[in-house]
Each structure stands twice: as structure tokens, then as C-alpha cells.
């Protein structure tokens, strides 16, 4: 095989209880990569549409990471990579992970995948690095591995596999603006109260059990963030509207998706998804900021070969 054509989807990292672990991935959008393998030695990224992005390797996330996995394989040819953007950067769905995932998923194939899916997120948490000022895994795992995923540690890097409840989808606004992962870190406390610590951890491992059980009803109860939310929520306009409203029209949960501005809502069954996805374009179609709106089965598969 000389060349590959890949989808590499969007992901919800943080999950509302999940600050920094947590993470699962989308089917209905995503971008779409070509590689080839070239005579030159190197990383050449030829085409770029969609969004302006850096055409040298070392500075686009697409590239580092690719650089990352090509040093450590040492092959005598080269790659050439080309990128169709359709996840914005600082959208809060993971763009930056789509491109640095999807270099390194689709150069491991034209290796003969000499690289498991653990080392893979590890090359490619160097791409994501550069985007947001520092190593996290929580979009690059769901997107490797598909489904929910939990970042057990970075170093050495532990990823677990969790459970999909079949039911469950997402619903994810989008609004139109930007905000960087590095700023919205930028404002986030380096220190939290021991009650607030109590409460999150106490969340986060009723969520994973309610993947377990598929029980919807724990995890809805789940779906709180005490830490990181009352923070970031205060950068996305009409959050607070969105979310009460997703709940009240029956999502098990709602939460800033990443680092924002998407939010997301997990519901149980489509029609369960329809009502709250109709609900929330309501609220956004009354403002004057543009938005797109994904309802998305959760995608077991993570990156698909096209
Ligand atoms: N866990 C990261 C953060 C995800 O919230 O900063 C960024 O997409």
C-alpha cells in the first residue's frame, strides 16, 4: 500500500465529570486525510484546505506528530500528506487531535503498523502539544481507539478502553467562535477545595460504572463538573440557557465539550437526541452568533479508513 485516504473524527474530550481523562468519540463529522509514501525522505505536507493552517512540518500538529513517529521508525522513504479540514480549530471538538491522530494512524498503516494504538497517541500527543502548550491524550484517545476512553496516566502512558452503552448519543452545538485550549487552561485554578474533590472523583467513577451497566440513570446523575465548568462556562455565550434547556428537554447531561465553545449533550435513544437538538438550534438560531449542531451516534470505531 503506497497511499491512504482516512477519516479522522471529532471527539468530546473532558466529558463534563472527566477533566483531562475522559473522552469519547463522534460519528457525523471529521476531517479527511490523504498520505502517501514518497521517494524523499521526510515529512512534506502538500495541500491544506478548509482552514489556514502551517504548511512546514514542525509547525502544524498534523506534522509533528508525524515527525514524532517518523524519527522513531527511521524509514529510507518518505510521506506526503495532504489535509481536508472540517473541524475548525478552537472548535472544542478535538481538531487539533483529528490532524495529529490522523498523521500518525495513517502513516502506521503504510508502515505494515509496526505501532500500537498506545504508542500511536503517544506520538501523536506531541502534535497535540503544540496546539494547546501541553500534553493531553483525552481527544487523541477516543480518536485512536474509538468510543469512551479513559487516560489512566501519562507517563507511561495508560489508556483504558470503556464500555458504550448502545442507546446513547450526542448532540453537539457549535458556535462560531474561538476559543483557544491554551487560554481556556490559562484560567483554570491550580488548586482545588478537598470538598470539590470529592464530589469529582465520586463522579467520574460513577460515570464509568454507568458505562458498565449501561445504567442511563446514574449517568446522567454523573454528568456534574464542579471544578472546571463554573470556570470555562463564563467564555461561551448562552451556555447557561443551552443547558438547562437540554436537561429540560430530557439529555441525561450537558457540558462544555474540550476546552469549548461546543457543548455537548448525551441522550438516550435518537428521538430523545432529535428533541434536544431541535431545542438548543432554537436557542442559538435567536442570537446573532453563527453555529452548527451535530447529532452523532458515539463512534466505536475511532479513525476509519476511507
Ligand atoms: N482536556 C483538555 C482541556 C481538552 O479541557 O483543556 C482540550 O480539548
Known amino acids: 500500500m503506497n497511499q491512504i485516504k482516512i477519516f479522522s473524527p471529532a471527539t468530546v474530550a473532558n466529558v463534563s465529570c472527566g477533566f483531562d481523562v475522559l473522552g469519547f468519540c463522534l460519528d457525523s463529522v471529521g476531517d479527511e486525510m490523504i498520505i502517501k509514501k514518497t521517494s ?55 481538531s487539533s487531535s483529528a490532524s495529529a491522530a490522523g498523521s500518525v494512524f495513517a502513516i502506521n498503516e503504510l508502515l505494515g503498523k509496526p505501532y500500537n494504538k498506545t504508542q500511536l497517541t503517544n506520538f501523536a500527543m506531541k502534535g497535540e502539544a503544540l496546539a494547546s502548550l501541553c500534553e493531553h491524550a483525552d481527544n487523541l484517545a477516543p480518536a485512536l481507539f474509538g468510543g469512551f476512553t479513559l487516560v489512566k496516566s501519562l507517563s507511561p502512558l495508560q489508556i483504558l478502553e470503556l464500555p458504550t452503552p448502545k442507546n446513547l448519543f450526542a448532540v453537539v452545538i457549535h458556535p462560531q467562535i474561538e476559543i483557544k485550549t491554551s487560554e481556556a487552561r490559562a484560567i483554570l485554578p491550580q488548586d482545588v477545595s478537598l470538598k470539590k474533590a470529592i464530589t469529582q472523583w465520586s463522579n467520574v467513577g460513577s460515570f464509568v460504572h454507568a458505562l458498565h451497566t449501561e445504567n442511563y440513570k446514574l449517568l446522567s446523575e454523573s454528568l456534574i463538573d464542579v471544578i472546571v465548568e463554573p470556570h470555562r462556562s463564563k467564555l461561551i455565550p448562552h451556555f447557561e440557557d443551552v443547558k438547562q434547556t437540554a436537561i429540560n428537554h430530557g439529555a441525561l447531561g450537558c457540558g462544555i465539550s474540550g476546552s469549548g465553545p461546543s457543548i455537548f449533550s448525551l441522550c438516550e435513544g435518537k428521538e430523545s437526541a432529535k428533541k434536544v437538538h431541535d431545542a438548543i438550534q432554537n436557542i442559538y438560531s435567536q442570537t446573532t452568533i453563527d453555529f452548527e449542531i451535530y447529532t452523532s451516534k458515539i463512534n466505536t470505531e475511532g479513525i476509519k479508513i476511507l
Open 40 to 94: 524523499q525522505k521526510g515529512i512534506n505536507i502538500s495541500r491544506i484546505e478548509g482552514y489556514e493552517l502551517p504548511f512546514e512540518a514542525e509547525n502544524n500538529v498534523a506534522g509533528v506528530s508525524a515527525l514524532a513517529l517518523y524519527n522513531d521508525a527511521n524509514p529510507d522513504f518518505g510521506f506526503d500528506i495532504e489535509i481536508y479540514k472540517k473541524i475548525k480549530p478552537g472548535s472544542g471538538i478535538g
